[in-house]
């Protein structure tokens, strides 16, 4: 579910009106806003006009194709506008293309309207995460910068590991984390065993939780974790 606090301001750039009013549609139900550009030139003059949250770039465009979209917009803004791909071409070295000139994310179509707006989330958070210098999500604040933590105020005594997987949560809340991706995200592709991850997440809780009166990492049973900060929680 959405949440309504976190609506994004899109720039959504896709000549086939269908697939633009779709996206549209399904999305602003959920509380986001949206521009349009029809072909690439116009959506490079609205990045570089307006404020937005995230730009949704078709690959194939009129008078200007996504990349060199993608590549002027790097070049010209004076802000990190994040971009997440949307394509046709699913190939490795299509992909590498997008990435290389700056694209932060990429989906091909046929694409899932939920998953496109989980991306969007997930993309407009981690950007806010990386330019901020602090993150506040409910009763905890990551300072970045400093590499704290506090919650309710109170400074937790983190170890570095601890600090990471609480980073990751973030960068994803409100969703939720798999086992598998968080494991990616900590170890890369070096194996590492199961009871590894369990006695770090162990010690997070500890430092994290246990000391408070309400739990916020939450455990998703066969699925992985996510932070859990409704207020409610306190019993109101």
């Known amino acids: 579910m959405t949440n309504q606090t976190s609506s994004l301001y899109v720039l959504l750039v896709e000549d086939q009106v269908n697939i633009a009013r779709n996206i549209s549609d399904y999305m602003e139900a959920k509380g986001h806003v949206f521009d349009f550009a029809a072909q690439g030139q116009q959506g490079l003059e609205l990045a570089l006009e307006n404020h937005y949250d995230l730009i949704i770039l078709d690959l194939n465009l009129p008078v200007m194709d996504g990349l060199e979209v993608c590549r002027q917009l790097r070049e010209k803004s004076s802000r990190h506008l994040p971009i997440l791909m949307l394509t046709a071409r699913d190939s490795i070295e299509d992909k590498v293309s997008g990435f290389t000139v700056g694209a932060d994310d990429y989906l091909t179509k046929p694409f899932s309207l939920q998953e496109l707006e989980v991306r969007c989330m997930a993309l407009a958070r981690r950007h806010l995460l990386q330019s901020e210098n602090t ?5 905890i604040s990551l300072d970045r910068k400093r590499q704290r933590v506090t919650r309710n ?3 937790l005594d983190l170890h570095a590991m601890g600090y990471r997987i609480l980073t990751v949560l973030a960068e994803a809340y409100p969703q939720v984390v798999s086992r598998s991706m968080l494991s990616q995200k900590l170890w890369g592709d ?4 199961s009871d590894a991850m369990r006695s770090h997440i162990y010690q997070l809780r500890c430092v994290l939780d246990k000391p408070f009166d309400y739990p916020v990492l939450k455990t998703v049973h066969g699925v992985g974790f996510a932070l859990d900060v409704r207020e409610d929680k306190n019993g109101s």
């Open 135 to 139: 993150l506040t999500i409910g009763p």
């Open 190 to 193: 070096a194996p590492t065993e």
């Open 153 to 155: 105020g109170e400074v």
